[in-house]
C-alpha cells in the first residue's frame, strides 16, 4: 500500500522537494569558505543552510498534514530504473524535520563547544553533507537513489566520528562505523533489489502498494533478511551493536546529532517506511520484534554499568532504538503509533542529555562517573536540564517519554510469543526497569551527593550558547507530556497512518489512562529502577563476573584474522612471479571457456569457407615459424627482439592482403617505435636469459599453452563459419562520408563515431607514459641508483658513438619523415592516415635524430616538455569535443564543410583535424617521454657526463676524431 494516485501532487514546477534534498550539499561550500571571516560567520552561514532547507520544508507541511503526497521526479537513468524521485508525506516530513530542525540546534551548540584549534569550517562541512545524506535517504521514492544516500551517511559519518583524528580511538571508532554499516549497506542493496524485481519497480510508492505480492513471493524471505541485515547495522541492533558506543570518541555535537536525529534512526526509518510491505509476516514478527526485544532489555542492562558518560547514554540509545524496533515488528497498527510517538520523544530527551554530557565535559573537565557528583550547585542550569531530560529518558511522569512507554506496554501486554502470554511482557518489564535505573544513575552520579574536594576542571554553567538547544528540547519534551494530543497528536498520527499504508486508527495521545496493568507495571519499574541504582555496587560485582564475552573484542579478532587470511592468501598468490600471474590467468581463461563449451551444445556453422593463396599460405608459415622461433630463442634477447620484429611485420602484412591498410599502417608505426624503444631498455639488461623454470613447469606451461591456443583457434573458427547478423560496417559505410564528411570509413570512425572511445584511448597512452616516467624517475636512487653505479656492459661496445654515415642518413631523412607525416595527418579524413599513424611517423623521425646523434644533442635543438606535449594534446581532443556540444551536437561530433580554393578546388574542412593534432600531440609526447627516461638511465649507467655535443665523434676545431673512451658511453 502507499499513497493513492489521487493523493499525489506532482511537483514537477516546482522542485521545492528536490532543492530541500540538495541544499545541504550544496551548503557544505558555505562552511569551508567562510571560515575566512571568523566562527561566527562560518556557523551563520552553516545553520543559515539548514535553516533555509528547514523553512522550504515547513512551507509543504500544510499539505502533507491535509494528507497530500508531494513529489518531484526527474529522468536520471530511467534504463537502469534509476531515477531522482522524492516524495514527502507525513513520515518523511517527520523524520526530515528532526533531522533538520535538531540539525540546526546542533550546529548552534556545536559554535560554543569546539575549541579555537578545533578546525570548524571542516567540521560543519562534514556535518552539512551527512545532513544532506540523512534527508536525501527519507524523502527518496526510487530504492536506487536512496541506497545512494544510505552510503553516502556511512562515509559522511566516518569523516565525523573520526573528525579527532590526532585520537587513535577516533580513528578505531571510524574505521569500526564505516566497516559495520558499510557490510550492512552491502545486504541493503541486494535486499532491496530483490523487492524491486519482486515488484517490477524501483520506485518506493509502487513497492508501497505491492505488499500482497511481495508477501506471496518465494523470494520474500532471503529478500527480509538482508532488508533487515541493513537496519540492524545501522541502527546499531544486536549483534551489531558494538560500533555506535566506540563511535562516542567523535566530538559531542556529533554524539547529539547521530543518537537523536540521524543516523541510527535510518534503520528504524525504514523498517517503518517498509511496513506496509514487508510487516505482517510470522517471520516479521520473530525477527525484527525479537531482535528488539533482545537488543532493548541487553543494552539497558550494559548502559547501567557504563561509568563513562556517553557509554551510558550510547548503550541506552540502542536501547531504545531495541524498543522502536521491537514495536515495528510487533506488526499491530496500535504498536506502529506508539513506535511513531516514541521516535519523536527520544529525539528530544536524547539530543539534550548528549548535550549535557559534553557541557559537563567542557566545564567539568570530565565525563567518568566515578569522578564526577555534587554539581547540582555548581551547574544549576545544567543540572535542571538533566533532571527533566533523565526523567524523560526513564519514563516518569509528567514527561513525554512516560506517555510512549506506557502505549508500548499496553502493546506488550497484549502480545504473546511461542504461545507465552507472560513471555514478552516479562522481558519488557526487565529493560525498563534496567531504563530507570540507568537513567536515574546519571542524574544522581552526576548531580547529587556530596561535592568532591577537586574537580578535573573548576565546574560552571556552560554559556547561553551551549544550553540554550538543550532547554528547548527539554522544553519540547515538557510539553509534549503535558499536552500530547495538542502538541503531537496530530503529527503522530498522520505519520502512524502513512507507515501502515492508511490503515492506522487515530490514536488518542493523553497523560492518564486510569488505574491499569501498563501503569502498575511502570510504577514497578520506576521503584525497582531506584533500588537496583541503589544496590548498584553489588549489582556491578554480579556483572563483572558473569565475564560476559566483550563485542568489540570479538570484532577486534575476526578482523585481525581476516587480515591475516588475505594476507597469507596474497603472499601465496601474488608472490612477484610473473609465471604464476600468467598460469592463474591463462588456466582460469582455458577452464571457463571448457566449462562453457561442454555445457552448451555446439553446432558448426554452414557459412563455406574461401581458398587460401599462396602469399598467404607463405605468409602463414612465416608467421608461425617466427612465433616459433621465439619460443625457441627467448632466452637470447636480442635474437627474440628480431623475431618478434618478423611477426608484426608479418601481422601488418595480413592487413594488407585484407584491405585494412590504416591498420597496417598503424602495427608497422607501432612496431618499429616499440622496437626502437625495447632496444634501448635492453641495452642494460643482460643479453641472455639464465634457465629457471625446471622441465616439469616447462611441459605445464607448455600444455596450458595449447590448450589456450588449441582453445583460441577454435572459438575463431567457430565464429568464423557462423551465419551471424548483419554488420555493423554497412551502416559505417553508408554514413561515413554524410555524417562525418570523409571517405576513410576508418578514420571517421576514431574521431566521429567512436571518437569517445578514440578519446579514452589517448588519455590512456598519456597514463602509460606518465607510468614509466613515474617508474623510471626513481632508477637513479636507492638499489637500482646502486645496481646502475656498479654495471658494466657484459660486451665489448663500438669506438663510434654516433658513426657519420648513421647521422648523415638520419639528417637526410628527418625532412622528408616530417612531410611523410604531415601528409598522412592532412590525408587522413579521406585516405588510409590519420593523428595517431602521424604521430608515429614523426616519433620515428625524431627517435632517428636521437639515435644517431644522442640524446643531449638532439634534445638541445627540441627542448620540449614532453609532459606538456601530452596535457595539451589531451586538452584540445577534449575542447574540439566541447565545442561541439557547445554547438548542441552529441560530444565529439564532426562538423565539415567544403571550401572552394582558386587553382585548387574543394577542401575539406572538418573539427576532426582538430582532434587528430591532440592525438598526434598525445602519441608524440608519450612517445619521446619514455625515450627520454629510458636515455636518462642509459646515460646514468653508462657514465657519461651528458655533455657531449660531438653527434660524429669530430672536433670541429682539431679536425681529428677524439680519443675513444672507455666501453660504453652516451647512444652505444
Known amino acids: 500500500m502507499g499513497p493513492h494516485p489521487s493523493d499525489v501532487i506532482d511537483s514537477r514546477a516546482d522542485l521545492t522537494l528536490a532543492w530541500i534534498a540538495l541544499l545541504p550539499f550544496l551548503g557544505a561550500l558555505a562552511p569551508a569558505l567562510t571560515i575566512r571571516l571568523g566562527r561566527n560567520a562560518c556557523a551563520l552561514a552553516t545553520g543559515l543552510v539548514s535553516a533555509t532547507a528547514l523553512g522550504l520544508l515547513l512551507s509543504l507541511a500544510p499539505q502533507v498534514m491535509a494528507g497530500e503526497v508531494v513529489t518531484a521526479r526527474l529522468d536520471w537513468f530511467p534504463a537502469l530504473g534509476l531515477n531522482l524521485n522524492f516524495f514527502l508525506d507525513a513520515l518523511g516530513l517527520m523524520f526530515a524535520g528532526m533531522i533538520l530542525g535538531i540539525g540546526l540546534l546542533v550546529i548552534i551548540y556545536a559554535r560554543f563547544y569546539l575549541a579555537k584549534a578545533d578546525p570548524m569550517g571542516r567540521f560543519f562541512a562534514f556535518l552539512l553533507l551527512f545532513q544532506g545524506a540523512m534527508v536525501g535517504i527519507v524523502l527518496s521514492d526510487n530504492i536506487l537513489l536512496l541506497l545512494i544516500f544510505w552510503e553516502l551517511t556511512s562515509l559522511s559519518s566516518f569523516l565525523l566520528i573520526g573528525y579527532w583524528r590526532h585520537l587513535p580511538e577516533g580513528r578505531q571508532g ?71 558506543p566506540h563511535a562516542m570518541a567523535a566530538p559531542t555535537p556529533v554524539s547529539a546529532y547521530l543518537h537523536s536525529a540521524t543516523m541510527v534512526k535510518a534503520g528504524v526509518f525504514l523498517l517503518a517506511r517498509l511496513w506496509p510491505a514487508l510487516a505482517g509476516t510470522e517471520a516479521w514478527f ?6 528488539g526485544l533482545f537488543t532493548m532489555v541487553f543494552a539497558a542492562m550494559v548502559a547501567l554499568f557504563k561509568d563513562d558518560l556517553k557509554g551510558l547514554l550510547a548503550y541506552s540509545t540502542i536501547s531504545h532504538l531495541g524498543m522502536l524496533t521491537f514495536l515495528f515488528g510487533l506488526g499491530t497498527p496500535a504498536a506502529a503509533v506508539a513506535g511513531v510517538f516514541h521516535i519523536i520523544n527520544h529525539a528530544t530527551f536524547k539530543a539534550a542529555l548528549f548535550m549535557n554530557a559534553g557541557i559537563v565535559d567542557h566545564e567539568a573537565g570530565t565525563r567518568d562517573l566515578r569522578k564526577l557528583g555534587g554539581l547540582i550547585t555548581l551547574m544549576p542550569i545544567a543540572a535542571t536540564l538533566a533532571v527533566l531530560a533523565a526523567a524523560a529518558m526513564a519514563g516518569v511522569p509528567p514527561m513525554n517519554g512516560f506517555i510512549s512507554k506506557e502505549m508500548m506496554l499496553e502493546e506488550a501486554v497484549g502480545a504473546q510469543a511461542f504461545g507465552l502470554a507472560w513471555l514478552i511482557p516479562a522481558v519488557v518489564m526487565i529493560g525498563i526497569l534496567f531504563s530507570a535505573a540507568y537513567s536515574f544513575r546519571y542524574v544522581v552520579g552526576v548531580y547529587f551527593g556530596p561535592k568532591r574536594e577537586s574537580y578535573p576542571a573548576k565546574p560552571h554553567d556552560a554559556p547561553f550558547g551551549m544550553w540554550a538547544p538543550s532547554a528547548l528540547l527539554v522544553i519540547l519534551a515538557v510539553a509534549i507530556g503535558l499536552a500530547p494530543a495538542l502538541v503531537a497528536g496530530p503529527l503522530v498520527n498522520a505519520v502512524a497512518a502513512a507507515v501502515t499504508g492508511g490503515t492506522a486508527s487515530e490514536k488518542h495521545l493523553a497523560l492518564w489512562h486510569g488505574f491499569n496493568l501498563p501503569l502498575a507495571m511502570s510504577v514497578a519499574a520506576l521503584v525497582g529502577g531506584g533500588l537496583l541504582l541503589g544496590a548498584h555496587r553489588g549489582a556491578e560485582r554480579v556483572w563483572l563476573a558473569m565475564g560476559l564475552p566483550d563485542a568489540k573484542a570479538m570484532f577486534d579478532k575476526t578482523t585481525e584474522a581476516a587480515a591475516r587470511s588475505a594476507q597469507r592468501f596474497t603472499e601465496a598468490v601474488h608472490n612477484g612471479s610473473l609465471q604464476r600471474y600468467m598460469f592463474i590467468i591463462l588456466a582460469a581463461a582455458v577452464i571457463v571457456a571448457m566449462a562453457g563449451f561442454v555445457s552448451a551444445d555446439y553446432v558448426e556453422g554452414a557459412r563455406p569457407t574461401l581458398p587460401a593463396p599462396g602469399a598467404a599460405v607463405i605468409a602463414w608459415a612465416l608467421l608461425v615459424g617466427g612465433t616459433t622461433a621465439v619460443l625457441l630463442g627467448h632466452r637470447h634477447r636480442y635474437l627474440s627482439l628480431i623475431f618478434i620484429s618478423v611477426i608484426g611485420l608479418i601481422v601488418s602484412l595480413a592487413f594488407v592482403f585484407l584491405s585494412a591498410p590504416d591498420l597496417a599502417l598503424t602495427q608497422i608505426s607501432v ?38 591456443g588449441l582453445g583460441m583457434a577454435g572459438a575463431t573458427w567457430a565464429l568464423l563459419r557462423r551465419e551471424g547478423p548483419p554488420s555493423i560496417s554497412e551502416f559505417h559505410w553508408a554514413n561515413s562520408y554524410s555524417g562525418g564528411g570523409g571517405t576513410n570509413v576508418v578514420n571517421v570512425i576514431l574521431v566521429d563515431f567512436r571518437g569517445f572511445d578514440t578519446f579514452g584511448e589517448i588519455i590512456v597512452l598519456g597514463i602509460a607514459a606518465l607510468t614509466i616516467f613515474a617508474l623510471l624517475e626513481t632508477a637513479g636512487r636507492g638499489a637500482s641508483g646502486r645496481r646502475l653505479a656498479d654495471w658494466s656492459p657484459d660486451q665489448s661496445r663500438s669506438p663510434e658513438h654516433h658513426p657519420m654515415m648513421l647521422v648523415v642518413a638520419t639528417r637526410l631523412l628527418l625532412p622528408l619523415a616530417l612531410v611523410v607525416g604531415l601528409y598522412i595527418f592532412l590525408r587522413g579524413h579521406n585516405e588510409p592516415g590519420g593523428g595517431f599513424i602521424a604521430g608515429l611517423v614523426v616519433s620515428i623521425a625524431l627517435l632517428m635524430q636521437y639515435m644517431a646523434s644522442g640524446y643531449v644533442w638532439a634534445n638541445r635543438r627540441l627542448p620540449v616538455d614532453h609532459h606538456g606535449l601530452i596535457g595539451f594534446g589531451v586538452l584540445v581532443a577534449a575542447l574540439t569535443g566541447l565545442a561541439a556540444m557547445a554547438l548542441g551536437t552529441p560530444f565529439l561530433k564532426s562538423a565539415y564543410e567544403y571550401v572552394a580554393i582558386p587553382l585548387i578546388g574543394d577542401v575539406g574542412l572538418s573539427s576532426a583535424l582538430a582532434f587528430d593534432i591532440g592525438v598526434a600531440c598525445t602519441v608524440v609526447g608519450a612517445v619521446m617521454l619514455a625515450l627520454h627516461h629510458l636515455s636518462s638511465v642509459a646515460r646514468r649507467a ?27 658511453g652516451e647512444g652505444a
Open 286 to 291: 520473530y525477527l525484527v520484534g525479537g531482535v
Open 942 to 968: 653508462e657514465k657519461s657526463p651528458g655533455g657531449d655535443d660531438l653527434p660524429m665523434d669530430i672536433d670541429p676545431s682539431r679536425g681529428v676524431r677524439p680519443p675513444a673512451p672507455a666501453p660504453g
Open 174 to 244: 571510524a574505521r569500526m562505523a564505516l566497516t559495520v554499516t558499510g557490510l550492512g549497506g552491502l545486504s541493503l542493496i541486494a535486499g532491496l533489489l530483490i523487492l524491486g524485481q519482486i515488484a517490477g519497480s524501483y520506485d518506493l510508492s509502487v513497492i508501497l502498494q505491492s505488499g500482497e505480492a511481495i508477501q506471496a513471493s518465494p523470494m520474500y524471505l532471503p529478500a527480509l533478511l538482508l532488508i533487515l541485515g541493513g537496519c540492524f547495522t545501522k541502527s546499531a541492533q544486536f549483534p551489531f551493536h558494538f560500533w555506535l
Open 671 to 708: 612496431e618499429v617505435v616499440t622496437i626502437l624503444l625495447l632496444l634501448l631498455a635492453l641495452n642494460l639488461m643482460p643479453k641472455t636469459t639464465p634457465v629457471e623454470s625446471s622441465g616439469g613447469r616447462r611441459l605445464r606451461d607448455g600444455l596450458l599453452a595449447g590448450l589456450g
